[in-house]
């Protein structure tokens, strides 16, 4: 067993969450032949697979009120969705060194090994029907990658700890999806893959407070001890926030008995 204490702090579910919020505000404009702006829309976005929704494009019908026609779910749209997880071998860093963080208790401390660098990459599928509806998408996303944009996460709850997370847009490509029967509608396709240079945590455990420690100074020649230092918390019933100073007591060893 990995661990006897089943622990989870929904850091990639909160990378998830924070990824799609630089998409959820995209609005794109209908423009009129004079040039002057019929409408603007916010564009839809889902955590879904391209081809999940693609599917839904070309089946999918939404039912109105009585009487009324059914359509099918318009354009423009968007979807995005985890398609890899891999361990970062470039930003590894000594994993034995711990994070010391106060907990509820005065005798105790929340004690944590350093998070481990995963890569979690991204693919966000665009979905218009004309050209210039994609291009607009596109623009309002490419000036924040240059070639990256970090955003901060606090991955802990309860844990004062915040982290910045880069994320950087590594491709893009276009695919017209139009097959079929004339009747049928054209769906042009862009697709941005990112990488997140995210971090995931270990558990938490509790360690106790060093209050006092003991040092002892033996002669190697015949494994005599010589002496012993002790250096401890003064008054040893301290907590961490009280008023304290360290005391050290040095004891000189009994020379033996002849």
Known sequence: MLTNNPFYFSTIRNLVIGFGKLLNNIQIQKIKDNGTVEKV?????????????????QSQVVTRNKDLPEIKISLPRMSYEIVGI???TTRMSQQLVKNVFKSTNPNLFKTQFRPVPYNVEFE??????????GLQIIEQILPY??????ITMYPIENIDMKIDIPITLTSISKEDTYEGAVEEDRIIQW?????ANAWVFPPITNAKVIKRATTNFFDLGNGQKISS??????????????NWTVKITENLAESPRL
Not at 229 to 242: F, G, K, S
Request: hydrophobic share 45%; no cysteine.
């Open 41 to 57: 829309i916010k564009v839809p976005l889902a955590y879904a697979s391209a081809d999940k929704t693609i599917t839904m494009l």
């Open 86 to 88: 891999s361990y970062d």
């Open 124 to 133: 966000v599928g665009i979905f218009v029907k004309y050209m210039d509806e």
């Open 145 to 150: 990658f240059r070639p990256f944009y970090a």
């Open 191 to 195: 697709t941005m893959n990112f990488t």
């Open 229 to 242: 230092t002790t250096v401890e918390v003064d008054p040893i019933t301290a907590n961490v926030d009280d």
